[in-house]
């Protein structure tokens, strides 16, 4: 696991902040994907515009799997039909938002978890 707030190798254990995120890595899973980045904010008011880390692992890509800002079905979505974000996309999470980004390998389908 490694923990960041907004940008990676960033991070805020200070009271008031409201923002958290961070990667888990799939233990010998180097370069097949399946790798999960985790984004939260807990505040009330502010959003806040997380940069993830780039994508773990040689031709690997990142797909939103989760934003809970998003509207059914969209939300939570299988990750056969999801977007390719790119290597280290940027997201924007609302307030008490959640977006959950996996990782894939180019050129195949990883089963989401």
């Given at each position: 696991?490694?923990?960041?707030?907004?940008?990676?190798?960033?991070?805020?254990?200070?009271?008031?902040?409201?923002?958290?995120?961070?990667?888990?890595?799939?233990?010998?899973?180097?370069?097949?994907?399946?790798?999960?980045?985790?984004?939260?904010?807990?505040?009330?008011?502010?959003?806040?515009?997380?940069?993830?880390?780039?994508?773990?692992?040689?031709?690997?890509?990142?797909?939103?799997?989760?934003?809970?800002?998003?509207?059914?079905?969209?939300?939570?979505?299988?990750?056969?039909?999801?977007?390719?974000?790119?290597?280290?996309?940027?997201?924007?999470?609302?307030?008490?938002?959640?977006?959950?980004?996996?990782?894939?390998?180019?050129?195949g389908k990883t089963r989401g978890r």
């Amino acid at each position: 696991i490694s923990w960041q707030y907004l940008t990676p190798s960033q991070q805020n254990w200070a009271v008031d902040c409201h923002g958290l995120a961070f990667l888990l890595r799939v233990e010998g899973n180097a370069n097949r994907g399946g790798d999960f980045f985790i984004m939260l904010n807990g505040g009330r008011n502010q959003t806040l515009h997380f940069e993830a880390p780039a994508a773990p692992g040689q031709g690997t890509s990142w797909h939103k799997i989760i934003d809970t800002a998003a509207a059914a079905p969209e939300d939570f979505r299988e990750l056969e039909v999801t977007v390719r974000q790119g290597k280290a996309p940027a997201m924007t999470v609302l307030p008490f938002g959640c977006i959950v980004l996996q990782s894939e390998q180019s050129g195949g389908k990883t089963r989401g978890r």
